[in-house]
């Protein structure tokens, strides 16, 4: 648990979500599904699905300059770039210094950051301790994921959930009270295996016959990934509020991966806040993994859902199985 880092906020935030749109409607033409079983499980309606010729960093690039310009920063200030995601454009070399080569940020590091979707608060929580400390003032926190490539979309319990999209952050030193106050990075990796992608990495190379078994896609025990996701957001919320000694009843605006609206409700629930104070895309977008946290953060400002002073708590959880949480006074 790290309490009360301080020193160090959000000062820019932005979005790409690919143009297209696939809905349920769509969907039962593909797959052995209908829209009411979608809607009534995931509450998702709609997901955005990138275009053949784009790419992860494609997606990424116009959030990043987004969020830059609304920081007022210019590539050439980038210290650092943090690339948050499951699905970079290839294996080797990581998504982040493409990123940057397109960017031109000429002077920043780069890195990738794979941490299922939680991946946006690990890296958040990773650039507030280069902030905080001063080592580098101007970092660039990216969330983006296209599983739509990795997705099967044969596979009726998986590929209605998830959708394509991008977000970014520009993470700088603030006064300090403000910012990040606390946050927790938690996983379980026993449970590893519930959301997997079995071949392709090391221990299992790409083969013919790892493709005709269809192991290059992802696997996911959803109902186990539904429990686990339940107590897990409870118990980081918990933890991230306490660490910053404020309560739930202080949180103007709670901001928790979009997987799933019933895991979304239910944790609402658990902690007591309405779902008034709550903020939810996940019937328009789907699961965008990595990015979903940072797409919800920017459009809560654009909303006009965060004001300054306001209490903002972040919870994510996903493949790892990874969780974390996070508390930010805006
Ligand atoms: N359409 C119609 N029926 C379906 C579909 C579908 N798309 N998918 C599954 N079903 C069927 C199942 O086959 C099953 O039928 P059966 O009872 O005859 O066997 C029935 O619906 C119920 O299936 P469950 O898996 O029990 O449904 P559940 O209510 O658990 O909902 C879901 C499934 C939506 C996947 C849910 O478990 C969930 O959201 N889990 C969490 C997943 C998640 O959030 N992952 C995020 C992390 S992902 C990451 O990090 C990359």
Redesign the pocket.
């Known amino acids: 648990m790290h309490k009360r880092v301080g020193g160090a906020g959000i000062w820019g935030l932005g979005r790409y979500l690919p143009e297209r749109v696939l809905t349920n409607a769509e969907?039962e033409r593909m797959?052995?599904?209908?829209d009411e079983?979608?809607v009534s499980?995931?509450g998702i309606r709609e997901r955005r699905i990138a275009a053949g010729d784009q790419t992860t960093t494609d997606l990424a690039l116009p959030a990043s300059r987004q969020a830059m310009e609304r920081a007022g920063v210019t590539p050439e200030d980038l210290d650092l770039i943090i690339f948050c995601t499951?699905n970079p454009d290839t294996v080797i070399p990581a998504a982040g210094p493409v990123l940057q080569g397109k960017l031109g940020a000429t002077r920043a590091g780069a890195f990738d950051l794979v941490a299922?979707?939680?991946g946006y608060i690990y890296g958040l929580s990773v650039a507030s301790q280069f902030a905080a400390s001063r080592t580098y003032l101007t970092i660039l926190v990216v969330g983006a994921?296209m599983?739509s490539r990795v997705v099967d979309w044969q596979d009726?319990?998986?590929?209605?959930?998830?959708g394509d999209g991008a977000g970014a952050a520009v993470v700088r030193p603030v006064p300090d009270g403000r910012g990040i106050l606390s946050f927790r990075l938690a996983c379980d990796g026993t449970k590893a295996g519930e959301?997997i992608v079995p071949a392709g990495g090391a221990s299992r190379p790409a083969t013919h016959g790892t493709v005709d078994a269809r192991e290059h896609y992802?696997r996911?025990n959803?109902?186990?990934?539904?429990r686990f996701?339940v107590t897990a957001c409870e118990k980081v919320a918990r933890e991230v509020l306490d660490a910053a000694a404020v309560s739930a009843e202080d949180v103007a605006l709670f901001v928790p991966?979009q997987?799933?609206l019933?895991?979304i409700e239910n944790s609402a629930r658990r902690l007591g806040i309405g779902m008034d104070r709550v903020m939810v895309n996940v019937d328009r977008y789907g699961?965008s993994?990595a990015a979903t946290i940072p797409v919800a953060l920017a459009e809560a400002e654009e909303q006009g859902r965060l004001k300054q002073g306001d209490l903002v708590l972040l919870v994510g959880?996903?493949?790892?199985?990874?969780y974390a949480g996070m508390v930010i006074r805006w």
Do not use: K, P, Q, Y
Request: with cysteine; charged share 15%.
């Open positions: 969907l797959v052995e599904t209908n079983w979608i499980r995931t499951n299922g979707c939680s994921d599983l009726r319990t998986t590929c209605v959930l998830f959301i992802l996911m959803g109902r186990e990934v539904f996701a991966h997987a799933n019933r895991i699961n993994s959880f996903g493949a790892g199985l990874t």
